[in-house]
């Protein structure tokens, strides 16, 4: 577990991790803005996917992000339109 942490502090020394009793989550917080909390981890335990969690959601990141997921809504609701149609053409 400490490993981890020095890892995220190598990302960014403002870095560090809380386990949140009452949701039992660990998140990642950044001591150097006033809202520290940067995400909540999906994972029971720390190790290398937190790293690469943490990297891969780094604000740096923002527009490859949000560029990927508009592809992946678009095509999912791509999906859902023939699946209506489909539908449709069977009731007729």
Known sequence: MFGIADRLKSIDDGYFVFLNY???????HNGKDTRSLCLVLPYDTLDER???HVL??????????VARM???NARLEKEREQ??????????
């Open 22 to 28: 009452r949701t039992g989550k660990f998140e990642v």
């Open 50 to 52: 937190t790293v690469r």
């Open 70 to 72: 508009e592809r992946e």
């Open 83 to 92: 699946n209506i149609l489909k539908k449709a053409e069977r009731l007729l």
């Open 56 to 65: 891969y959601t780094r604000a740096e990141r923002a527009r490859e992000i």
